[in-house]
């Protein structure tokens, strides 16, 4: 059973608005994560690394939406630069 999908302004804008909390949602989680790595770094890199696959999702996850939704992931992007770089430097660290 499908639910029937009305393709209007209102909708598209409620929609984006549930996507955008969620892209947020996860992006905090993900920043407290890294925030305790910082303090504690992991004793596996296999764990960094899997940082870095959920940024990319949560990246792949955000252009789906701009494209679908126009919404906007601008910021996001830039965050998850941020973030990718500090994790790639946590593995370097760990490789040293």
Known sequence: ????????????????????????????????????????????TST????LEAFAALRERAKLYWSVLAITVTDLDRQLDEMSARVEGMIDQKAA
Request: no cysteine; hydrophobic share 50%.
């Open 1 to 44: 059973m499908s639910l029937p999908v009305h393709e209007s302004q209102d909708a598209s804008r409620a929609l984006g608005a549930i996507a955008t909390a969620s892209l947020k949602a996860e992006l905090a989680q993900l920043q407290a994560e890294i925030a305790a790595f910082v303090s504690m770094l992991p004793e596996r």
């Open 48 to 51: 960094l690394t899997r940082r």
